[in-house]
C-alpha cells in the first residue's frame, strides 16, 4: 500500500508524523505518558522529545541506548540519565515523594538493570522508591536482613532471573502487595525469563503480580500506584 506524503514548503516532501503524543494523560489518569525508545529510531526519538520540549510536560524515557539517551538530551539538555537502566526523565529532578514507599529487591547483581528501571519509574511517578541489591535466595539470610524496609513498604517489587523464587519467598513475609519481574537472566533452561515467569505466575504465596519479563517499568508504575497517597487512591 502507497501512501501520500504532502508536501512541505517550497515543493519538498513533509516528513510524516512520527507519533501522536497524549498530552492529557496526566490530567486524566495521573500519570503522564512514557516513551518507549527500542523499537525506535534516533531520529524519530528526537522529534519526540522536541515536541516534549515544546509542550513542557513531564516525561519518561525508556528502554533508550546511547543514541536514543544523546537523541533526548540533544532537544532535552537537562533531562536525567541512567546508563544502567536506559532510562532518561525530564524535568531532571524527580517530584517531592509522596504516598507510601516502595522497596524494590534485585535478586542479583545481573538483575540490576531491571530493578533500578523500576526504581526509577517509582521514583520519578513521586515515589519513596529504596534499592536492595544481591538479597537472592541463594543467600536468603541477606534478604532477611532487610525485614525492617520489606515491613515499611506500602509495595515491593521483586526483580529475578533464574528461578524467579523470590518473589514468592517475600511474599510469604510481608502484608504489602509483591510486584514480580521475571528477568532474562539465566542459563539455557531459563528460556530467557519464561522460567521464571512460569515460576512468578504460579508463586505459592497470596498476594503476587507478576509483569512482562524484563519490565521494570511496568512494575515501577504499579508500584506507585499502589502506594499512592491515600486521598489520590479514592
Known sequence: MVHEIAGGQDGAPALPPVAN???ER???RGYGEAILCEPKTATQVTEIARQIAASSLPTLFTRANSEHAQAVLSALPE???DLEARFLAWPARPPAPSGGKVAVLSAGTSDLP???EAQLTARYLGRDAELVVDVGVAGIHRLFAQEKLLHSARAIVVAAGMDGALASVVAGLVSAPVIAVPTSVGYGAAFSG????????NACAPGVAVVNIDNG???GHLAAQI????EASN
Do not use: E, I, N, Q
Open 21 to 23: 503524543l497524549d498530552f
Open 79 to 81: 533531562a536525567f540519565y
Open 114 to 116: 531491571v530493578a533500578r
Open 227 to 230: 502506594a499512592a497517597p491515600l
Open 194 to 201: 519464561l522460567a521464571p515467569l512460569l515460576s512468578m505466575l
Open 26 to 28: 496526566a490530567a486524566r
Open 217 to 219: 517499568y511496568g512494575a
